[in-house]
């Protein structure tokens, strides 16, 4: 925590009473959520859990991150059109995680019959922390990047206002006036904007392709507005909708219930447990139209640990983005040690260490949506366990960042208001659109702070263990 809050963090009644404010400003400010107990209603809503302090951010990090960005972009972007690189870095994934596969076996189906999109977009998040070095100074290191539904770019863009609010009640007025604006529901809303504009037919709907229980719904509402606001129709699909009401014509045109679908933006499609029979029909259909799809089944598969772990490999970067020796710079000066578990000495060597070591390293597999990874003791016995078998390949192996913590509340309907010693996850949004060759959209879009008490190893907020923060430059 900065040396402005330690001030307030153990004062008892000052920490209650803008405690009070914070939770009023979040719900007047539209930083909600649905609740457990009525997913699917909104006339019960409750605040998104967020801190009740914004955390001290490294200001230099903080740059660092969003001015490779584009950079990243532009990787996600060249991954997703490089056939070879995909076929060779998942072959031994898709042995044996089904899920890649039949992700896999799709994007091999559509290339088959030949692409009808020719409009492309990306809406990336890449998170990072801030690894702690012996010598104390920190270092951004990225954790991975989400290329499908990344979320809270819409709560985020409210946030800042209620941090604002208590550090003026904590008589901290000046700290209040150098909070960043921030706005990634508009920058989001700006690529799918571009990508339906470019798709050519004034008519056709943007798609929200949504969860069965739609808790986060709001965040989603955020998006969906900046593009009502541009007098762009917004439609909410799910996939069993997409089954009964979905269909292509002789041109491979999406249509639902009739209307036209010009962007399909996935905001569900990311864990196994939603694709049943009809589900993974439905994904088929939309990948084969001509509707610009965010993100399209390769960018899908473009963001997949797998190829994290293969993109920390010498020379690959160098291969994917070829005479642009800054950029690669750039991207590889975030990267963390990430390590490859495949079949052969490498990878008997890799899992021998880390079974020797648990706490050095991060066993991930090939999912997302936090509360996958494994940590400790849980790692080293699932790695005994899978070390002579080839299900190992559909794990990679990081190291484990260390961040410093700090002091803060973490605000949650119905708990009680304590101190927690807390790290804090940084993640900036990224927007390209691609027509045919041509990059016309390559940007940072905002960023999202989330923090957990450092006693939860993994999860996001939507995973019920880290919550909305904003950062504070120091």
């Known amino acids: 925590m900065a040396a402005a809050w330690q001030d307030v963090v153990r004062d008892a009644a000052a920490v209650r009473e803008a405690a009070a404010v914070a939770v009023d400003a979040a719900l007047l400010a539209g ?76 994007y091999m189906q559509v290339l088959e019959e030949g692409l009808a999109q020719t409009v492309f977009l990306g809406i990336n998040r890449s998170d990072y922390m801030f ?30 206002d209620v941090h604002r609010l208590v550090l003026k009640v904590l008589g901290k007025t000046e700290e209040a006036s150098h909070l960043l604006p921030n706005n990634p529901a508009k920058g989001l809303a700006l690529g799918i904007a571009k990508a339906w504009e ?46 009964e009401q979905g269909s292509l014509d002789a041109s491979r045109r999406l249509y639902m219930d009739g209307q036209e679908v010009a962007v399909v933006y996935y905001r569900e499609g990311y864990v196994p447990q939603v694709y049943d029979r009809q589900s993974w029909e439905a994904r088929l259909l939309l990948e084969r139209s001509r509707a610009v799809k965010c993100p399209d089944i390769a960018t899908q598969l473009a963001g997949t640990k ?23 710079a750039r991207i590889r000066a975030t990267f963390a040690g990430l390590y490859s578990l495949d ?8 899992a021998a260490t880390a079974i020797a070591d648990p706490d050095r390293f991060v066993l991930k597999p090939q999912r997302e949506g936090g509360g996958n990874n494994l940590y400790g003791e849980e790692l ?6 899978i070390k002579d078998t080839p299900e190992r390949t559909s794990y990679i192996l990081m190291d484990k960042i260390k961040p410093q913590p700090a002091l803060n509340y973490l605000l949650r309907a119905h708990s009680p208001l304590q101190v927690s010693e807390c790290i804090s996850e940084l993640g900036i949004f990224g927007v390209y659109v691609r027509q045919g060759r041509e990059l016309v959209l390559n940007q940072a879009a905002g960023h999202l702070l989330r923090t957990k008490a450092i006693e939860h190893a993994d999860g996001g907020v939507a995973a019920g263990v880290a919550v909305l923060d904003t950062p504070f430059l120091v």
């Not at 690894?131 to 990225?142: E, H, S, V, Y």
């Open 31 to 106: 930083v909600l959520m649905r609740t457990g107990e009525q997913p699917h209603a909104s006339d019960v809503v409750n605040y998104a859990p967020f801190t009740l302090l914004p955390s001290a951010v490294p200001r230099a990090l903080f740059e660092q991150a969003y001015a490779v960005q584009q950079d990243f972009n532009l990787l996600v972007d060249a991954v997703s059109q490089n056939k070879e690189f995909l076929e060779q870095t998942l072959a031994s994934t898709i042995k044996v995680d089904d899920f890649t596969a039949r992700l896999f076996r799709i």
């Open 380 to 385: 080293k016995e699932v790695l005994e366990k």
């Open 306 to 328: 797998k190829v994290q772990q293969e993109l920390s490999r010498p020379g690959t970067l160098e291969k994917l983005l070829p005479g642009r020796p800054e950029a690669v």
């Open 198 to 243: 470019l798709y050519g037919s004034q008519r056709a709907v943007v798609m929200f392709l949504v969860e069965e229980v739609q808790r986060n719904i709001f965040d989603q509402r955020c998006v969906e507005n900046e593009l009502w606001n541009r007098n762009i129709r917004v439609v909410r699909k799910r996939f069993r909708e997409v089954f």
């Open 131 to 160: 690894d702690c070095g012996l010598d104390g100074t920190a270092a951004l290191r990225q954790i991975e990047i989400n290329t499908i539904a990344a979320s809270f770019g819409g709560l985020t863009s409210r946030t800042a």
């Open 343 to 350: 079949e052969g000495e490498e990878g008997d060597r890799i």
